[in-house]
T-cell receptor, first 114, second 113 residues
Framework: GENVEQHPSTLSVQEGDSAVIKCTYS??????FPWYKQELGKRPQLIID?????GEKKDQRIAVTLNKTAKHFSLHITETQPEDSAVYFC?????????????FGRGTSLIVHP | DAGVIQSPRHEVTEMGQEVTLRCKPI?????LFWYRQTMMRGLELLIY????????DSGMPEDRFSAKMPNASFSTLKIQPSEPRDSAVYFC???????????FGPGTRLTVT
């Protein structure tokens, strides 16, 4: 089955700095890559996603890049703010039937210091 | 839309007891997923349904775990008998075959003593 590695497990930055979280996956059949943000005690929520036919996608301060050849994808957050502090999960998803079935990374705890 | 609804939000039970977790997916969604989240193992997919039919239960840890979806608006995850190592947050999520995104419920925090 799919295996997703996520690094780092913890990332501490100063407000205003950039943060980068990296993931690798093993199954070349994966073709949809969502990123979720989970605040303490809350549910995971989708913040950005990318499909395999796109190399980069940006939404305001967040962006995701995908390298299918190397089987890795990354989340970039610029101008970090304290409210960005949360656990971020990447996932590699394989289309099965009418849906995408994700395998999640172990998560990155991002701490933004004011 | 109320989003995915789960109940109870917190459950504390003693080892050996039966536990039933409940989920109401978003109306119109035809996929429903059950996940378990722990510090040790992260977010694990336990089972998912399509149009109320279980498609893949390979993530269910043991025979003590069972899940049902009797209709499009209700699903249960049952643990019988429960054990302390079952303590975790259990999330239900739903999605539509017309879109990719999964919407998670608020989760049930289960503590087995």
């Amino acid at each position: 089955g799919e295996n997703v590695e996520q690094h780092p497990s913890t990332l501490s930055v100063q407000e205003g700095d950039s943060a980068v979280i990296k993931c690798t996956y093993s199954d070349s059949a994966s073709n949809y890559f969502p990123w979720y943000k989970q605040e303490l005690g809350k549910r995971p929520q989708l913040i950005i996603d990318i499909r395999s036919n796109v190399g980069e996608k940006k939404d305001q301060r967040i962006a995701v890049t995908l390298n299918k050849t190397a089987k890795h994808f990354s989340l970039h957050i610029t101008e970090t703010q304290p409210e960005d502090s949360a656990v971020y999960f990447c996932a590699a998803s394989i289309r099965t039937g009418g849906s995408y079935i994700p395998t999640f990374g172990r998560g990155t705890s991002l701490i933004v210091h004011p | 839309d109320a989003g995915v609804i789960q109940s109870p939000r917190h459950e504390v039970t003693e080892m050996g007891q039966e536990v039933t977790l409940r989920c109401k997916p978003i109306s119109g969604h035809d996929y429903l997923f059950w996940y378990r989240q722990t510090m040790m193992r992260g977010l694990e997919l336990l089972i998912y349904f399509n149009n109320n039919v279980p498609i893949d239960d390979s993530g269910m840890p043991e025979d003590r775990f069972s899940a049902k979806m009797p209709n499009a608006s209700f699903s249960t995850l049952k643990i019988q008998p429960s054990e302390p190592r079952d303590s975790a947050v259990y999330f239900c999520a739903s999605s539509s075959s017309r879109k990719y995104e999964q919407y998670f419920g608020p989760g049930t925090r289960l503590t087995v003593t």
